[in-house]
């Protein structure tokens, strides 16, 4: 019990305890009700429930705009009283500066219930002010200058992961609380005005359960039992209704230190019985306090990679404050694991959150982990570059993300003492597919999109906004040297620090770098071109030979579908196969915004057996193989040693597959041939993802089992005879995938029940339950077989993961009546089961070799769709639509979809996104299904039928629809 300094009345508002919790039946709905009713009496207020709740309601750039151009100065006092079960009750006290009254101010509010409003001294009805989420400030009751307003309010936790998020850990029945905000959640948790430019001091006050931790952006100042600051509380005139005797005798008061200015949705409060890691740094070492919170059943599992999480973090503060020029900027740096949570991590200031998806039960692949501590890093970065230095407004989201994942990566690449993680760049061009798919989807966007309003900037956490930035930051780096990016990157937060910034401050700062280098380059006509328009280019490379010399060597730039038709420049790399295939590298060739790019510095070498466009993957661009380098590559693919080259020539070959360029067919056979004897791991999962999203998609189903039966046999041999460790884990899971016979899940079966026995190949949690799904899914299984094979699993395992796993098994059930009953419950909108319970359920209930069972519900989720999305909160509707849509890939299917467009308001935006994407993709996949069946009995390789395309493209007779 630690108490360093008298409560300071200036930032202490009002401690409320509303609803004191009875010793019998801590948190429960009664007592909470009967403590509204002692306030009720006492304030004279009565309580008010916004009528429209239920709507969907968002901030617009507009409404914004508004209101910054007329607020400032806002500091909050935010008192919580986090009661047990699924309510809590709290206090927010706003002083703001109004530079003119205004009728269209309001705090942005998605709670329960509003208790007590009073504005400058007068108290106003809530049936006044509150509706359609919002509490507003009549203009009558505002005043030019200070302004000072105390909210009470009631809310409940929520079960979707946004706002304050309520877990309860069926292991130990411990209850556990974290919020989360980005990018418009603030307000569900408490009234404020919830947007990134209005930053602002937070002081932070809980009252908890005694055996809870709480975990603000800042250190504690203060915490002491209820029952010894009755004399503070005393002096800060505190209404006697809010305090009781049970309170009293048990729970804990916590006062933080006040934050710096920051956005709203950087604010954090995480509480409940966590345990906790402590770092051993000394504070004369360098380094903030840093600690890892994870609950009680898990803490476990965090042991043995404790001091690595540390030490990566360590690593990562040396880098950036050299290469920012700043200091750490704030007093702490926890980390927090949270469960169900929705997202990878997120960058609250002084107290990172993160999925325990990242809680590793068993030992994890070395790629695993290493998306691990890129993720350390892309977090840490933005206590710099997103918390010390803020966006205005979510349509620079994308800066804020890229910025964190370019520089996360090159802080791998280079930063001192995290050598073993120096191949990061092969994971990273992993990930672009992530933005090669999506910009190429009807709904792509520019990098810098237009963002009106909330939903906007919930639809663009996407591939262009992390992984086209970040790669596009990446080319931006090469185009202008590390020196100068390094030094732009210094003027800018020495500059902008503790302020709210815009895409082209970032921009200043890195042109004053370059005209200080003497450089004569635009970076303001470099943002036009790459971030003002969408889509990208494909390079190709054509030249031809004389004597046994290159010459004319050329790159043709063409634009990929959806896209602008714009000529970007692009800086690259390009490498040159003899015939011995000994590499040689181009570096830094530079192609023109226009059609074709003449290279002449590779006339008079001597003709290459392959060429490879962007060779260490600095540009963003989709590269076209020519038809002699593809036979070339396909025969000489396992002798290229530059494992990122490896990664790049496969990342061709799949853009061949789904450009319907080659069929699935000869994809799949190289798979086989080559791709399954791999030694890189990113490059092996890499290709198995490949093939996996072959099979299932671009097969026609009759055909499934005849392409993926010899990836299981290849795969299995494999895993008999491998010597990596690491690579057995991924053989597997792989094998487990790709499993599709009766034969081959009988004997996945005997693994569950006697294990691999072999050697250095253990299963995994997560494994045993796939297996146990895939064998749920079977008619083949008698019930009984099935529930006995469950249960014995759960007996072992009683953990969230578990119930989640047995939700998903028993959703898969070919079963009708079964599936009758989930869906009723899918549909429910009265259902308080959190939503990571029933997405569970949903992931299970769509499955190959159910479609006599499923077939009545294609129809009905074409109805239910327009519901659920005018009525649910936006991560259940997502969920929905994409764990329930029919598996069928038809032209029926096709044109229910197109028909959904037909209904669809312009205001539905995430709706209208999600359908078209759809449309386009079930389009690729017909197209790719029928490709596969005309290419079955044909004897047609990679170059030939890419060789064959390019003629006709050149004759203008086809054009190949991507």
Not at 247 to 264: C, D, G, K, Q, W
Not at 508 to 537: C, F, I, M, P, R
Not at 771 to 790: G, T, V
Request: aromatic fraction near 12%.
């Amino acid at each position: 019990m630690c108490i360093r300094d008298s409560i300071n009345a200036e930032y202490m508002g009002i401690i409320t305890q509303i609803g004191m919790e009875a010793a019998h039946a801590p948190g429960s709905e009664t007592t909470i009700e009967k403590q509204i009713k002692e306030i009720q009496a006492e304030l004279h207020y009565e309580p008010f429930a916004d009528p429209s709740a239920k709507e969907k309601m968002f901030l617009s750039v507009t409404e914004a705009k508004e209101r910054a151009s007329i607020v400032s100065k806002v500091k909050y006092v935010l008192a919580l009283i986090l009661h047990k079960g699924n309510e809590y009750l709290g206090q927010v006290t706003t002083e703001f500066e109004l530079s003119n009254t205004n009728e269209n101010l309001y705090f942005d509010f998605e709670g329960r219930e509003l208790l007590f409003f009073q504005c400058n001294g007068e108290i106003i009805p809530g049936k006044n002010i509150f509706a359609k989420r919002k509490i507003h400030i009549p203009a009558k009751s505002q005043k030019k200058g200070l302004n000072h307003i105390v909210i009470v309010f009631r809310n409940v936790y929520a079960t979707n992961g946004n706002g304050l998020h309520h877990f309860k850990d069926p292991q130990d029945q411990e209850e556990y609380l974290y919020s989360n905000f980005e990018p418009f959640a603030a307000n569900k948790m408490f009234p404020c005005f919830d947007q990134p430019n209005l930053k602002a001091p937070f002081k932070l006050i809980t009252v908890t359960p005694p055996n809870w931790v709480v975990v603000g952006n800042e250190l504690e100042k203060l915490t002491i039992p209820v029952a010894a600051a009755e004399a503070a509380l005393k002096e800060l005139k505190i209404p006697h209704c809010l305090i009781g005797k049970e309170l009293a005798e048990s729970y804990i008061l916590r006062e933080f230190n006040p934050t710096p200015a920051v956005s709203t949705y950087l604010f954090t409060c995480i509480a409940g019985p966590y345990d906790l890691f402590v770092s051993s740094r000394k504070s004369g070492e360098g380094y903030p306090p840093m600690r890892i919170f994870v609950r009680k059943s898990l803490k476990e599992f965090v042991t043995p990679y404790a001091e690595e999480f540390f030490r990566i973090t360590e690593c990562g503060i040396k880098f950036y404050e050299e290469s920012f020029g700043q200091p750490f900027p704030f007093s702490k740096h926890d980390q927090i694991y949270c469960p169900e949570f929705n997202v990878g991590a997120m960058e609250n200031v002084g107290a990172v959150t993160y999925t325990e998806a990242y809680v590793f039960k068993d030992p994890p692949t070395e790629e695993k982990f290493m998306r691990f501590a890129e993720t350390i890093l892309h977090e840490l970065s933005h206590m710099w570059f997103g918390d010390l230095v803020t966006m205005k407004w979510w349509n620079d989201l994308w800066l804020n993300e890229s910025f964190a994942t370019f520089i996360s990566n090159l802080c791998m690449g280079l930063a001192k003492g995290l050598d073993k993680y120096r191949s990061v760049w092969t994971l990273f061009h992993k990930y672009k597919g992530w933005a090669y798919r999506e910009d190429q989807e009807p709904t792509t966007h520019p990098i810098t999109a237009i963002v009106e309003n909330t939903e906007d900037a919930e639809n663009i956490f996407d591939g262009i906004t992390y992984m086209k930035g970040a790669s596009t930051l990446k080319q931006l780096y090469y185009l202008i040297s590390h020196e100068a990016f390094c030094e732009g990157v210094k003027d800018y937060f020495a500059t902008y620090k503790w302020k709210n910034t815009e895409l082209k401050d970032f921009i200043g700062s890195l042109q004053n770098a370059l005209v200080k280098k003497g450089s004569t380059l635009d970076l303001h006509a470099w943002t036009k071109q790459w971030l003002e328009t969408k889509g990208l280019n494909e390079l190709r490379p054509e030249f031809e030979v004389k004597d046994g010399k290159i010459v004319d060597f050329k790159i043709i730039q063409e634009f990929a579908v959806n896209g602008d038709k714009e000529y970007r420049m692009h800086m690259l790399d390009i490498a040159i196969y003899d015939e011995a295939f000994k590499m040689t590298t181009i570096e830094r060739v530079l192609v023109e915004s226009k059609p074709v790019t003449l290279v002449p510095r590779l006339n008079g070498l001597a003709a290459p057996t392959a060429v490879l466009l962007n060779v260490n993957d600095y540009a963003f661009c989709k590269v076209q193989l020519d038809p002699t380098s593809v036979h070339s590559f396909q025969k000489n693919l396992t002798t290229v040693a530059d494992n990122l080259t490896r990664m790049i020539i496969w990342r061709s070959y799949w853009d061949m597959v789904r450009d319907c360029k080659t069929s699935s067919k000869e994809f799949l056979a190289l798979v086989v041939s080559q791709g399954i004897y791999e030694r890189e791991e990113g490059i092996f999962t890499g290709a198995l993802n490949y093939a996996s999203s072959a099979a299932v998609f671009y097969v026609p189903q009759e055909y499934h089992q005849i392409e993926e039966t010899p990836i299981f046999e290849k795969l299995y041999a494999r895993l008999k005879t491998e010597t990596s460790a690491n690579l057995k884990k991924h053989l597997v899971g792989y094998i487990i995938r790709f499993a599709n016979t009766h034969e081959h899940k009988l004997m996945l079966k005997k693994w569950v029940e006697e294990g691999t026995k072999i050697e250095g190949a253990p299963l995994s949690q997560s494994q045993r339950y796939s297996i146990i799904a895939k064998i749920y899914r079977d008619k083949e299984f008698p019930l009984a077989e099935k529930e006995k094979l469950l249960a014995e699993e759960l007996s072992k395992d009683k953990s969230d993961e578990g119930l989640r796993a047995k939700q998903s098994c028993e959703a898969a059930l070919p079963d009708a009546a079964n599936k009758e009953r989930l869906w009723k419950w899918y549909n429910d909108e009265n259902s308080k089961d959190s939503e990571h319970t029933i997405f569970a359920s949903m992931e299970g209930f769509v499955c190959w070799g159910q479609e006599d069972i499923l077939k009545p519900y294609t129809d009905k989720y074409f109805e239910a769709i327009p519901i659920v999305f005018a009525k649910r909160p936006r991560s259940y509707a997502e969920s929905f639509f994409h764990s329930l849509k029919p598996n069928e890939v038809s032209e029926a299917v096709l044109k229910k979809f197109e028909g959904l467009t037909i209904g669809i308001k312009d205001t539905e935006k995430t709706l209208k996104k999600l359908v078209s994407e759809e449309i386009e993709d079930l389009k690729r996949t017909l197209r790719a299904q029928n490709l596969y069946r005309a290419s079955i009995g044909k004897k047609q390789t990679f170059s030939h039928h890419l060789h064959f395309i390019l003629l006709q493209k050149k004759k203008k007779v086809l054009c190949v629809d991507t």
